[in-house]
């Protein structure tokens, strides 16, 4: 599967193009949606989220609830684009009339694409950069893992997700039955994280950040269960399964590091302590006594749940002025700010969940085929069987 996003931050609508999708899944819009509400949502969001109500349409690839097998269209209105229209319009405008309605950005916020981007497509006014480099982009990278947790959960794959760390916040290990029940407990969290005392502290330093003006990052992990034996490839280095989904991860809008299972942390201990031991039963087939490595090896599934984790950085735009240099006079300036959110690890969670589901399920169609999902799943079948005897 392939699929490529457009649309700007307060244009009139984000657009996802998926192909490749197998025939015969059934997909509905409240599928999407429930993943869209989910990254809406999280303490510390700005104002932006009031106005927005994410809801997608599916434009194109489904009939009657099945997928076709043909491109599939998603689209999410920009809800924010009413109070933006004059600036954002795609016609001719006049001098006169840009004069009037033109916002122009000259001044580069710290921490974001403004520059660079400006700098490297010659645009004097950074309002190009800025719409298509802010995360609104990632509503539409989320329908499409969306999907592609629906196409996992057809072949018992499951994806959750929640947050470890905000603002130097640690959550406590908590234990949890299953998938099922981290997301449960989860959803109960304002900020995603299982631990509940750490849940307020956490929410507490999103409150005192907020007040000084100031913003917070964190750390987020995804797990998925139910993973075949040998997703990935060893044979090639842009097949590696674990190589792909970090790349991922640090592609969502402020991810700043990626770790697989034990990740940096396998750097000071030794390998005794570092990788897992290999057993085998007749009705689990080859396990792990451990899961230090995360799922991974040979850049191929174990078997074992995945574990990824992935940085974000605090939010660069800051109600605490930063300093910057206006690029038309070149005078130095304090940035000012309409308004931020102060902390979107919680979003950026849900986010997470959705890049790594869409590069299992790109992996899993590799492996298992791409046109029915009925073949694909006896294909995934008779592979557990196959790998549990082999
Ligand atoms: C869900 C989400 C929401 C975000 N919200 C904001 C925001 O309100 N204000 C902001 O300055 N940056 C926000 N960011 C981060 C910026 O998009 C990001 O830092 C910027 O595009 C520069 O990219 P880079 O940090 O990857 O270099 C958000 C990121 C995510 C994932
Ligand atoms: C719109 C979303 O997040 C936006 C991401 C973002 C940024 O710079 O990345 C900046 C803010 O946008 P605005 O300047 O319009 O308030 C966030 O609200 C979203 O997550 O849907």
Redesign the pocket.
């Known amino acids: 599967m392939r699929f490529l996003t457009a649309g700007e931050s307060h244009g009139p609508q984000l657009t996802a193009i998926v192909e490749g999708v197998p025939a015969g899944l059934t997909l509905t819009a409240d599928d999407i949606n429930v993943e869209l509400k989910r990254?809406q949502g999280g303490y510390g969001r700005?104002r932006?989220m009031q106005i927005e109500r994410d809801q997608v349409q599916i434009l194109s690839g489904v009939r009657h609830g099945l997928t076709t097998g043909a491109p599939i269209t998603f689209v999410v209105e920009n809800k924010d684009w009413r109070n933006w229209q004059d600036v954002m319009g795609a016609a001719p405008i006049t001098e006169e009339e840009a004069g009037k309605v033109r916002r122009q950005v000259t001044r580069p916020?710290p921490?974001?694409?403004d520059l660079n981007g400006a700098v490297k497509y010659g645009h004097r006014d950074m309002r190009n950069v800025l719409e298509r480099?802010?995360?609104r982009e990632?509503t539409v990278r989320v329908a499409c893992g969306a999907l592609a947790k629906v196409l996992l959960r057809a072949c018992d794959i499951e994806v959750a997700g929640h947050v470890l760390e905000i603002g130097g916040v640690q959550a406590q290990a908590v234990h949890y039955d299953g998938l099922a029940d981290l997301q449960a407990r989860a959803e109960t969290s304002a900020v995603r994280c299982l631990d509940v005392s750490a849940s307020a502290k956490m929410m507490a330093a999103i409150d005192e950040a907020k007040q000084a003006g100031d913003s917070l990052g964190g750390i987020v992990e995804t797990v998925v269960s139910g993973v075949p034996i040998g997703l990935g490839s060893h044979v090639h280095y842009d097949r590696k399964l674990d190589g792909k989904i970090a790349g991922a991860v640090m592609s969502?809008?402020?991810?700043k590091g990626v770790e697989i299972g034990l990740g940096f942390a396998a750097a000071r201990l030794p390998g005794s302590e570092v990788h897992d031991e290999i057993i085998w039963d007749a009705e689990n087939g080859y396990m792990r006594k451990t899961n230090r490595l995360g799922g991974f090896e040979g850049g191929m599934t174990t078997g074992m749940p995945l574990v990824v984790r992935g940085v974000?950085?605090p939010?660069?735009?800051l109600y605490k002025p930063l300093q910057s240099v206006d690029i038309e006079t070149k005078a130095p300036f304090a940035a000012s700010v309409e308004r931020?959110?102060a902390c979107?690890v919680p979003?950026?969670s849900v986010?997470c969940e959705n890049v790594v589901a869409w590069e299992v399920a790109c992996a899993l169609l590799d492996m298992f085929g791409h046109d029915q999902l009925s073949i694909i799943q006896a294909a995934v079948k008779r592979h557990r069987q196959a790998a549990k005897e082999f």
């Not at 969502?252 to 991810?255: G, K, P, R």
């Open positions: 990254r700005g932006r916020r921490g974001h694409a480099s802010s995360a990632t969502i809008n402020a991810f974000m950085k939010i660069p735009t931020s959110d979107a979003a950026a986010v």
